[in-house]
């Protein structure tokens, strides 16, 4: 074959890419083919902090391209048609893609396929691309069950599975000469509203290789003992690298399985547990917006306590300190998500949704299989066994910030207050309290508790 195509969605990277690899073997000339999906757009889910880290990791993807004498395609507009015009023009047999995990995903590539079809040209899709193992290739046993719907009896049968060897990075891409390409985008002509955190990571390949290698080096070895450590910072901070595929759970996974450190071990657990989410989405699409298991929830909308939560305003210093990184960084880390989560579904008994989004809105990791079914994991509505645990905000703190060191970074407003007394102002003395321009509790713990028993029926 002359030319094919390889279409990049979530895989932006040269290392470890099977898609540009079985396009560069099945070819002589191939096109890296990145379309600005207007789709997305059109469906409200391009934001500043993703557009911002695209447009880097675009960049750098074009970067590593034109090293091996290759360049990266941009266009932009549907797709599906932007893809078939440009295997028209350059005489394409063939596209390679990753397979997708979320309904309008895969709504894409069927569509892809049958287009392809029509003017005599395949499309071949690539698993284990965007996760380390493919959504079901692991089933649970008994006739009509298509995914796990518990973590630990996958985790288990993930860890047993094979995974495919990683794949150097090309030494050479020759691209034909005559497809015409648009201009790498910048933030601001991917999303031409609003503006980025002012705290996000550098994208790309290169940077997210970068820090994957120093995190290596000096913090996977006390992972399993500080990956909670609010103010510790002691995570990875690879998820929006793994959200846009500049890196590959597939390398991680071999290069963290290859050592012997507890940290390393549980640091593959997180990526099975993407991996998990990934495979519940492709067998429950809906779950993106609908109930994984529904549990009758009348939810309640109070628009000052929802505007409280979002802006970090929420009287419990722990709650609102995790919202205020999210503003800033774009990022939060995990137990600062679960607990806020829980805060908003449990203890105010808001709509998980509305969270999600809020979410989605900001997360330069934003994805959608994590995203939606680890704020149902928390809502008490999706995979988790014990569906009505509730995170108490100041039990979340003593055990995860005890020195109120978290909460002072990012409530600078209570960095006057020592130790642990910054997670209870409001118990201060009226002068004391005076002094701080922080607001009172948007209610009380107990009274959110006995709402949220009443609603599930537990009282």
Not at 275 to 304: E, S
Not at 322 to 351: C, I, P
Request: charged share 25%; glycine share 8%.
């Amino acid at each position: 074959m002359d030319v094919a195509i390889c279409l990049f969605s979530s895989d932006l990277r040269l290392h470890d890419q099977p898609v540009l690899h079985a396009a560069l073997r099945a070819a002589r000339q191939v096109v890296p083919l990145f379309v600005v999906d207007t789709g997305i757009a059109d469906a409200g889910f391009v934001v500043p902090n993703r557009a911002a880290f695209l447009a880097d990791a675009l960049a750098d993807l074009d970067a590593g391209l034109r090293e091996r004498g290759g360049r990266l395609v941009i266009r932009t507009g549907d797709v599906v048609t932007e893809t078939c015009r440009v295997a028209a023009e350059a005489g394409a047999g063939e596209v390679h893609l990753a397979a997708g995990v979320s309904g309008y995903a895969l709504r894409r590539e069927r569509r892809l396929r049958a287009e392809l079809a029509s003017a005599g040209r395949a499309l071949v899709v690539h698993d284990a691309v965007i996760t380390a193992l493919p959504p079901g290739a692991v089933l649970p046993s008994g006739p009509g069950k298509d995914h796990f719907a518990v973590f630990t009896p996958y985790f288990r049968r993930w860890q047993a599975a094979g995974r495919r060897s990683v794949l150097p990075a090309p030494r050479s891409v020759r691209v034909p000469a005559d497809v015409r390409s648009e201009e790498l985008p910048s933030a601001r002509v991917l999303c031409p509203d609003g503006t980025p955190s002012p705290a996000l990571p550098e994208g790309g390949e290169r940077a997210g290789r970068r820090r994957f290698g120093a995190w290596q080096r000096s913090g996977m070895a006390d992972y399993q003992d500080r990956q909670d450590d609010l103010p510790g910072d002691a995570t990875s901070r690879l998820s929006p690298y793994l959200h846009f595929g500049c890196l590959s759970p597939v390398e991680l996974v071999h290069k963290a399985a290859g050592r012997s450190d507890a940290g390393a071990e549980a640091f593959v657990r997180q990526l099975a547990w993407r991996d998990f989410h990934h495979q519940v989405l492709a067998a429950r699409p809906d779950a993106a917006r609908a109930d994984y298991r529904a549990r009758g929830d009348r939810w309640r909308f109070d628009r000052a306590e929802v505007t409280a939560w979002k802006e970090g305003r929420t009287g419990y210093p722990v709650v609102d300190a995790g919202m205020r990184q999210l503003l800033h960084e774009g990022w939060l880390h995990n137990r600062a998500r679960m607990l806020v989560a829980s805060f908003l579904t449990k203890t105010l008994y808001v709509d998980w949704r509305v969270g999600a989004r809020h979410f989605l809105d900001l997360l330069v990791d934003g994805d959608m299989a994590n995203n939606q079914l680890n704020w149902q994991w928390v809502a008490g509505t999706g995979t988790d066994t014990r569906p009505n645990r509730v995170l108490n905000p100041l039990v979340q703190a003593r055990r995860f910030d005890p020195r109120g060191d978290y909460v002072r970074r990012w409530v600078p407003e209570l960095a006057g207050l020592a130790g642990a007394a910054v997670h209870r102002p409001w118990t201060l003395s009226g002068p004391e309290r005076a002094a701080y321009d922080y607001p009172d509790p948007v209610l009380d713990l107990a009274d959110g508790l006995v709402r949220f028993k009443r609603a599930r029926g537990l009282d």
